[in-house]
């Protein structure tokens, strides 16, 4: 795990950007620090925060995927049709669970096996998961689910703290130790870092690849599961456009687009940073489309200003030189 003190330049403009964040909005309202705020801080957005996580992996390995909203929409459709026909909830989760591992997998063989770019790849999964979703569904809503399935996204089971959220901090904490602290998340930077050098140097790079996408598949689908349980009922909508924060959240984090840098501090910073300012734009009666561009503005800088002080560093170094 990554101490606190050795936080890098850009996790601390993250945590300086949170305080400023977080004073502006106490100054709008005296509750928002108080348990019940901060407890919904995290609901509303909790399955996008699941899925960032292996997001995170995803493009440490250089690659990207942004079929994850897909994949969590087609998992809540599937388990909302099997519990119409009949099927045992507990059953229909486990099916819809590995319908998502089977999605991920069959990007990562394209990706890994085939050579095909994961952008390319995963786009087509966006339109193509979607769609399949709506084709099980059409323009209908499936809910009536049971008690206990929606007590698991709606109510607080674990002292002031929902089961979705006990699953993210779980995950958080297995993210940051396979990323930090485990061979296999060294491997995952040596393939980010240079996919050719990793393969010569022995290490199974398609193995590797195959088994991430298969890992942020099954937690998509995770992911959708609980949404559908939050909401008490799914339609082929469900988790449009998601994909668009859950990869800000990482690249926002400092993880590099081109992949081999970054680390899980970064993006648990950059997570409590949008869901602070999406939640101060709500206090201020800020518009969805409004957050929404905020967010892909954010986007854009995480990109561009990391890019731009790498180039402005390598001309510092030349000039000394």
């Known amino acids: 795990m990554i101490a606190l003190g050795r936080l890098k330049s850009w996790e601390g403009l993250l945590l300086a950007i949170l305080v400023v964040v977080v004073a502006m909005n106490v100054m709008r309202s005296p509750y928002y620090l108080g348990i019940d705020n901060v407890v919904n801080l995290f609901q509303l957005s909790i399955e996008k925060i699941i899925v960032a996580l292996t997001m995170t992996m995803i493009i440490v390995s250089g690659e990207i995927d942004l079929s994850v909203a897909s994949i969590m929409g087609l998992a809540a459709v599937l388990l909302g049709c099997l519990f119409k026909a009949g099927i045992p909830m507990p059953a229909a989760i486990l099916i819809a669970l590995l319908s998502g591992l089977a999605a991920g997998l069959f990007n990562g063989f394209w990706v890994a096996q085939a050579g095909l770019p994961s952008l390319a790849v995963t786009l087509a999964g966006l339109i193509g998961y979607r769609g399949l979703a709506r084709v099980f569904i059409q323009d209908h809503s499936i809910g009536g689910f049971p008690v206990w399935f929606n007590t698991i996204g709606q109510q607080r089971t674990v002292g002031p703290l929902t089961i979705s959220i006990m699953i993210f901090f779980i995950l958080f904490v297995i993210v940051a130790v396979t ?83 970054g680390n899980i501090i970064g993006v648990g910073l950059s997570i409590l940073v949008i869901l602070n300012l ?44």
């Open 278 to 321: 999406r939640n101060g734009m709500g206090l201020a009666n800020i518009t969805g489309d409004t957050q929404t561009s905020v967010v892909g503005a954010l986007l854009i800088l995480s990109v561009l200003v990391p890019n731009l002080m790498h180039t402005l560093k390598t001309k510092w170094k030349e000039r000394k030189t």
């Open 179 to 261: 990323l930090h602290g485990s061979g296999l998340g060294r491997l995952v930077y040596a393939i980010g870092n240079n996919t050719q050098a990793a393969r010569y140097a022995g290490v199974r790079v398609k193995l590797i690849k195959l088994c991430l996408f298969g890992a942020s598949g099954l937690v998509a689908a995770l992911a959708g599961i609980l949404y559908g349980a939050r909401l008490g009922s799914v339609r082929g909508d469900i988790a449009t456009g998601f994909e668009l924060d859950i990869i800000t959240m990482v690249l926002l984090g400092g993880v590099s687009i081109f992949g081999g840098s």
